[in-house]
């Protein structure tokens, strides 16, 4: 049986450098693990089937002692899976020590091939109410989006983590727990942008998550309609392109105007990444980006 390895701070660039070969399925491990590489995100932990020749990694329980937000991805487990080889993320998810299949369980951001094992397991283990969605990963690179002008009586600036982290977790559908120090952390340490009108409202917003892609894209309802998301978008990138860096995105296939409105901004489909629940009671059930 090959053993379960729990990641060093010292051996992240390892880890790093394994999951850079394995882009965009294990882009979730990989922005994680270069953001807290860089520290702006801290209280992973990681854990390999096989070491140094990886296997399969695993994100374990966020270590509260290095977390602002811990209690956001423990209070129910979360993690990402990620192996180019299914078969050996099924043997990393039937390790007990690694996984408790009779609690709930959210893996965010596992590619597709992965998820199907879940899936697989999840039924076999009593998972009555799991969930699954799919979102496409979107990316631009320097010089192909053009940004798009603020609007006459709106101001654009970066969310402040104090002042606006309540708004934005009031404007996401799955917040649950915990969110509104999770977005607080989000804020404190990646880029944003917000558009505000004359009043100090926020009306459009989105924002970077830890793992290195867009998410959260809000337009007030009253606002839609006069292109604020694409100026948010356009705006935000332009924090990566000053950097020579592209931008990453995820948009929900189900969404047909953001899906239009980023491929008309210039972005691409490079990949798709998948959230889904373990639930063996209804009490749980809940999908959430």
Same mark, same amino acid.
């Given at each position: 049986?090959?053993?379960?390895?729990?990641?060093?701070?010292?051996?992240? %660039?390892?880890?790093?450098?394994?999951?850079?070969?394995?882009?965009?399925?294990?882009?979730?491990?990989?922005?994680?693990?270069?953001?807290?590489?860089?520290?702006?995100?801290?209280?992973?932990?990681?854990?390999?089937?096989?070491? %140094?020749?990886?296997?399969?990694?695993?994100?374990? %329980?966020?270590?509260?002692?290095?977390?602002?937000?811990?209690?956001?991805?423990?209070?129910?487990?979360?993690?990402?899976? +990620?192996?180019?080889?299914?078969?050996?993320?099924?043997? $990393?998810?039937?390790?007990?020590?690694?996984?408790?299949?009779?609690?709930?369980?959210?893996?965010?951001?596992?590619?597709?091939?992965?998820?199907?094992?879940?899936?697989?397991?999840?039924?076999?283990?009593?998972?009555?109410?799991?969930?699954?969605?799919?979102?496409? $990963?979107?990316?631009?690179?320097?010089?192909?989006?053009?940004?798009?002008?603020?609007?006459?009586?709106?101001?654009?600036?970066?969310?402040?983590?104090?002042?606006?982290?309540?708004?934005?977790?009031?404007?996401?559908?799955?917040?649950?727990? +915990?969110?509104?120090?999770?977005?607080?952390?989000?804020?404190?340490?990646?880029?944003?942008?917000?558009?505000?009108?004359?009043?100090?409202?926020?009306?459009?917003?989105?924002?970077?998550?830890?793992?290195?892609?867009?998410?959260?894209?809000?337009?007030?309802?009253?606002?839609?309609?006069?292109? $604020?998301?694409?100026?948010?978008?356009?705006?935000?990138?332009?924090?990566?392109?000053?950097?020579?860096? %592209?931008?990453?995105?995820?948009?929900?296939?189900?969404?047909?105007?953001?899906?239009?409105?980023?491929?008309?901004?210039?972005?691409?489909?490079?990949?798709?990444?998948?959230?889904?629940?373990?639930?063996?009671?209804?009490?749980?059930?809940?999908?959430?980006?």
């Amino acid at each position: 049986m090959q053993p379960l390895h729990k990641v060093t701070p010292e051996e992240l %660039p390892v880890l790093l450098e394994w999951a850079a070969q394995h882009l965009p399925g294990a882009q979730k491990i990989y922005g994680t693990v270069k953001e807290e590489l860089n520290g702006r995100w801290q209280g992973p932990t990681y854990y390999t089937l096989g070491w %140094p020749e990886i296997l399969a990694v695993g994100e374990g %329980p966020v270590d509260a002692s290095r977390s602002q937000c811990a209690d956001f991805f423990n209070d129910t487990r979360h993690t990402c899976v +990620y192996s180019p080889n299914p078969e050996h993320v099924e043997k $990393l998810l039937r390790r007990p020590e690694f996984l408790d299949w009779t609690r709930p369980i959210m893996f965010h951001a596992t590619d597709p091939d992965s998820v199907n094992v879940v899936e697989k397991i999840s039924s076999s283990t009593g998972g009555q109410f799991s969930q699954r969605m799919s979102f496409n $990963l979107f990316a631009a690179y320097p010089g192909e989006i053009a940004p798009r002008p603020v609007p006459d009586g709106f101001e654009l600036r970066q969310l402040d983590p104090d002042q606006d982290a309540e708004f934005v977790t009031s404007t996401w559908a799955y917040r649950r727990n +915990y969110t509104v120090p999770y977005v607080r952390e989000v804020l404190s340490n990646f880029p944003s942008v917000g558009i505000f009108n004359r009043q100090g409202e926020c009306v459009a917003l989105e924002i970077m998550s830890e793992f290195g892609t867009a998410v959260l894209l809000f337009t007030r309802e009253d606002h839609r309609g006069r292109g $604020l998301a694409s100026c948010v978008v356009s705006q935000l990138a332009q924090r990566f392109f000053q950097e020579n860096k %592209p931008i990453l995105a995820t948009v929900s296939p189900q969404n047909k105007a953001a899906m239009d409105m980023h491929q008309k901004l210039g972005f691409k489909v490079i990949g798709k990444l998948c959230w889904f629940v373990h639930a063996i009671t209804s009490d749980k059930v809940f999908i959430a980006l």
